[in-house]
């Protein structure tokens, strides 16, 4: 899986640009790309960037995103979690919290740049969702504070 295709931004994608294709492996080494789900499915698919597994901010957050999961599934919206930590790390907190939705790998950070959700300080992804309509184009970004987990209810307003 290669992601050399993808360049690097300083700020955070905006609606309306277009969705940079990717290819990341999931917590079950599965390859997830990005456009193949957008065609697969034909609905909405949310990019949720975050810091680090096992963080409070980040539990707290991916924890939202189960407790609603099924308020996403009735938009047909596909959500997954986005961190630089490896699918071994993402399958132990994921079952050991009982996250409901899959969470890619992005270990060479090439994603989380592309998006502009790169967070130099501590080599990780910032906080940062990133709503993809089925024509591949960004509808809805927010940008975050590290500390700051989304509002679910603004994020499933930008839905469907």
């Known amino acids: 899986m290669s992601n050399e295709h993808l360049t690097t931004r300083d700020t955070p994608i905006a609606a309306g640009e277009a969705a940079p294709d990717f290819t990341l492996p999931d917590q079950d080494k599965n390859d997830v790309n990005l456009h193949a789900l957008l065609d697969q499915t034909g609905a909405d698919v949310v990019l949720s960037f975050y810091p680090l597994d096992f963080s409070s901010v980040c539990s707290a957050e991916m924890g939202c995103?189960?407790?609603d999961i099924d308020k996403f599934r009735a938009k047909k919206a596909t959500v997954l979690g986005i961190s630089c930590d490896s699918f071994y790390a993402h399958k132990v907190w994921r079952e050991q919290l009982g996250i409901g939705i899959p969470l890619l790998a992005d270990m060479h950070r090439a994603v989380c740049r592309a998006y502009g959700f790169y967070f130099p300080p501590?080599?990780?992804?910032g906080r940062g969702t990133v709503v993809v309509g089925p024509d591949k184009t960004v509808k809805w970004v927010s940008a975050r504070?590290?500390?700051v987990a989304?509002?679910?209810?603004?994020?499933?307003?930008?839905?469907?």
């Open 122 to 125: 501590l080599n990780v992804a």
């Open 145 to 147: 504070e590290l500390g």
């Open 65 to 67: 995103f189960t407790r």
């Open 150 to 160: 989304i509002d679910n209810e603004a994020l499933l307003g930008a839905v469907g």
